[in-house]
């Protein structure tokens, strides 16, 4: 025979002709062994049955295969997973994600969503999206395994995390927060865990690493230190100053209960006196506090900041504006 062929438990039968083997070298002339000898060797006496690796071994397997058969070992099967690929369908390089893991966790990305990516690239089970490990345990079957490389999106890894994040606790992403991202959190900012974790419920739903959600939470308590006034101009209604000097003078009073339901009915009080949109009150007012017009509920954005801070900022967007 002319050819030699091994069956793969992914990618089938693959053939190669003898002319690709020649008198490959098992041992140096100091007598130290090679690569393929030694894995050889190494397989067969920890009973190695099935090995599961990257496609980049492919050319190393029949010269594996003619070594246990030589040693009179029992050749185990083999499943050669594709490779994992860049956008363009190109070698993954640093650009693209090849860097290493704790990179990902400074990012924000949680170990059991990066897992669960990193499973569904190349396999799948039907249109499921987000396994728990105990589904993966069930489902997972190499015949399922795909034959072609699978295109690295970060994009969807963060699509993937955001999910993990949106069904993780507040104080769970607290304790991950103070762990891996900013265990010196609790001196930066003057919030005790309750009102961390209060915050934290606001924005999870809204971020897609938790790096993002450390920056909002280090944004929403150092406020905005300046305004990019032509722009906000061009953005905001003509009257917004007279409707923020009506927020203040509806804020000023000492007997106010400063809690997130009392605030939302003076905010609405106000829009109705200013004959606006709740919306149209809203968004000025979360510009002053987090210095952008879309975000959190803004009421409970305005308990959260307590309300010396809060009229401070409110005032600094409407001197900006004048």
């Known amino acids: 025979m002319n050819q030699f062929f091994f069956d793969d438990l992914i990618k089938g039968r693959i053939t190669f002709e003898r002319s690709y083997f020649d008198d490959f070298i098992i041992a140096r002339s100091d007598g130290r062994p090679m690569y393929n000898f030694v894995v050889v060797v190494d397989d067969a006496f920890m009973r190695i049955t099935h090995i599961i690796r990257g496609e980049d071994h492919i050319a190393n397997t029949p010269k594996q295969i003619l070594l246990y058969q030589a040693c009179g070992y029992q050749v185990p099967q083999f499943a050669h997973l594709p490779m994992i690929l860049g956008p ?26 990066f897992e669960n990516y990193l499973i569904r690239l190349g396999w799948s089970h039907g249109d499921q999206e987000i396994f728990s490990r105990a589904e993966v345990v069930n489902y ?107 927020m203040l003078t509806a804020l000023m009073p000492h007997e106010i209960i400063w809690q997130a339901a009392d605030l939302k009915l003076i905010m609405q009080q106000c829009a109705s006196t200013c004959g606006i949109k709740f919306v149209d009150l809203a968004g000025p007012v ?37």
């Open 88 to 113: 363009g369908g190109h070698r993954l390089s640093k650009r693209d994600g090849a860097v290493a893991v704790l990179d990902y966790q400074k990012d924000g990305y949680l170990p059991d969503a």
């Open 140 to 246: 997972f079957l190499l015949e399922n395994v795909g034959k072609k490389g699978a295109i690295f999106d970060i994009a969807k890894l963060a699509w993937v995390n955001s999910m993990y994040i949106k069904h993780k606790s507040d104080a769970e992403l607290l304790a991950y927060i103070q762990r891996y991202l900013a265990p010196a959190l609790r001196t930066e900012v003057g919030w005790d865990m309750q009102t961390l974790c209060q915050v934290i419920g606001l924005y999870k739903d809204r971020v897609k690493t938790i790096r993002e959600l450390l920056d909002e939470i280090l944004a929403l308590w150092h406020g905005p230190s300046l305004f990019d006034v032509p722009q906000l101009k061009t953005t905001l209604h003509n009257q917004v100053v007279q409707h923020l000097d009506t």
């Open 286 to 322: 979360r510009v002053a506090l987090i210095g952008k017009s879309t975000g959190p509920g803004v009421s409970e954005l305005l308990a959260l900041v307590g309300k010396r801070e809060a009229l401070r900022r409110i005032m600094m967007l409407k001197s900006a504006l004048l």
